[in-house]
């Protein structure tokens, strides 16, 4: 009895000495490794555990795909893994790699769109910045998805791209990028600009183009709301808006802008041709910011029908009342070169 008794602990002792070993290689084994580095890691989104455990194990970071996966089962940490690119140490265990991705912040980018961009304009700057896919970016600014957040009349997302200074995931896709761009304009549009827009009779699309044309022709504070009203007079007395910056874009669309517009330019049949169509044009033809915005909704009281820039390099524009006086301020300002 005193044999058999001594063979049970024996047997238990080996277990335990097993059991001990196990724990080991699941949760303290590291890599053999002289020296330790850093190395970045991206996690894409919908990652799987498999994938994950391969990618840590090819950089160097644990010792077995298969202890790391048994380990995040067992400390229940199998959906802590989040998106993003992150910069790790090699040579560590599984505990302390599950603990570093768990805990790690994923790599960020932070870009500014500045207002008055077209989309085209801000899908180049995204896609540069985030190494994003411009031609699947550029055919999202039609998904039926994106137009239904911008609201009622967008057939494009030109307009609803909202200015701002943003922070994207590295590993953002193009969708993920495109939607926070859009959700960010439709909580900056509230109820009550979407009621001081039907003072004017516009829509929320009206208004989005309208502040557009503003954003366009000046980004001086001191003269959105001048602007503003010279474009409200022109379309209350049945005027052609005669917008240059509607030309660029008509020409941009065209493929045929080249920095300069010229006198035959005027005579294109083009809807977005504002000096032969009456009214808005057809679309937003950049993506204004909220000063514009509000500038369209709250114009000053004025009786200005026209204006010109002064070419002084401050952006300013001189504004008249009736034609003869814009010709002056033409001859004076443009023809004549900036002189007192």
Same mark, same amino acid.
């Given at each position: 009895?005193?044999?058999?008794?001594?063979?049970?602990?024996?047997?238990?002792v080996s277990i335990a000495l097993v059991g001990i070993t196990s724990l080991y290689h699941i949760f303290d084994a590291r890599p053999i490794q002289l020296d330790r580095q850093v190395v970045a890691i991206q996690i894409d989104k919908g990652a799987s555990l498999n994938q994950i455990a391969d990618q840590l194990y090819i950089a160097g970071v644990i010792r077995?795909?298969?202890?790391?996966?048994?380990?995040?089962?067992?400390?229940?940490?199998?959906?802590?893994?989040? $998106?993003?690119?992150?910069?790790?140490?090699?040579?560590?265990?599984?505990?302390?790699?599950?603990?570093?991705?768990?805990?790690?912040?994923?790599?960020?980018?932070?870009?500014?769109?500045?207002?008055?961009?077209?989309?085209?304009?801000?899908?180049?700057?995204?896609?540069?910045?985030?190494?994003?896919?411009?031609?699947?970016?550029?055919?999202?600014?039609?998904?039926?998805?994106?137009?239904?957040?911008?609201?009622?009349?967008?057939?494009?997302?030109?307009?609803?791209?909202?200015?701002?200074?943003?922070?994207?995931?590295?590993?953002?896709?193009?969708?993920?990028?495109?939607?926070?761009?859009?959700?960010?304009?439709?909580?900056?549009?509230?109820?009550?600009?979407?009621?001081?827009?039907?003072?004017?009779?516009?829509?929320?699309?009206?208004?989005?183009?309208?502040?557009?044309?503003?954003?366009?022709?000046?980004?001086?504070?001191?003269?959105?709301?001048?602007?503003?009203?010279?474009?409200?007079? &022109?379309? &209350?007395?049945?005027?052609?808006?005669?917008?240059?910056?509607?030309?660029?874009?008509?020409?941009?669309?065209?493929?045929?802008?080249?920095?300069?517009?010229?006198? &035959?330019?005027?005579?294109?049949?083009?809807?977005?041709?504002?000096?032969?169509?009456?009214?808005?044009? $057809?679309? $937003?033809?950049?993506?204004?910011?909220?000063?514009?915005?509000?500038?369209?909704?709250?114009?000053?009281?004025?009786?200005?029908?026209?204006?010109?820039?002064?070419?002084?390099?401050?952006?300013?524009?001189?504004?008249?009342?009736?034609? &003869?006086?814009?010709?002056?301020?033409?001859?004076?300002?443009?023809?004549?070169?900036?002189? $007192?």
């Amino acid at each position: 009895m005193k044999h058999k008794a001594q063979l049970i602990l024996l047997a238990a002792v080996s277990i335990a000495l097993v059991g001990i070993t196990s724990l080991y290689h699941i949760f303290d084994a590291r890599p053999i490794q002289l020296d330790r580095q850093v190395v970045a890691i991206q996690i894409d989104k919908g990652a799987s555990l498999n994938q994950i455990a391969d990618q840590l194990y090819i950089a160097g970071v644990i010792r077995s795909p298969v202890g790391f996966k048994i380990a995040a089962h067992l400390l229940n940490r199998t959906r802590s893994f989040y $998106p993003g690119n992150y910069s790790i140490e090699t040579g560590l265990s599984n505990s302390e790699a599950i603990q570093a991705l768990a805990h790690a912040k994923p790599a960020e980018q932070t870009i500014t769109i500045t207002e008055g961009l077209r989309s085209d304009e801000i899908i180049g700057l995204l896609s540069r910045s985030l190494d994003l896919d411009s031609l699947k970016m550029s055919m999202l600014l039609t998904d039926s998805s994106l137009l239904a957040l911008a609201g009622p009349g967008f057939n494009h997302l030109e307009g609803a791209l909202f200015p701002e200074t943003y922070r994207f995931l590295e590993s953002s896709d193009e969708y993920t990028v495109l939607h926070k761009l859009v959700s960010h304009f439709r909580n900056k549009i509230t109820t009550d600009m979407l009621v001081r827009a039907d003072t004017f009779g516009f829509d929320l699309y009206d208004l989005i183009t309208f502040a557009s044309l503003v954003e366009k022709e000046t980004a001086r504070e001191d003269e959105r709301r001048l602007v503003s009203s010279v474009y409200h007079n &022109r379309i &209350r007395i049945d005027m052609l808006l005669n917008c240059d910056p509607t030309i660029i874009y008509m020409l941009v669309r065209r493929g045929e802008w080249d920095g300069n517009i010229r006198k &035959r330019h005027f005579s294109i049949d083009d809807p977005y041709n504002s000096y032969m169509y009456k009214g808005l044009p $057809p679309s $937003p033809i950049a993506n204004p910011g909220l000063a514009s915005i509000e500038a369209a909704l709250d114009p000053e009281e004025s009786d200005y029908l026209y204006f010109v820039g002064k070419n002084d390099g401050t952006g300013a524009h001189a504004f008249s009342k009736t034609l &003869r006086s814009h010709i002056n301020k033409v001859n004076r300002y443009q023809r004549r070169g900036n002189r $007192p």
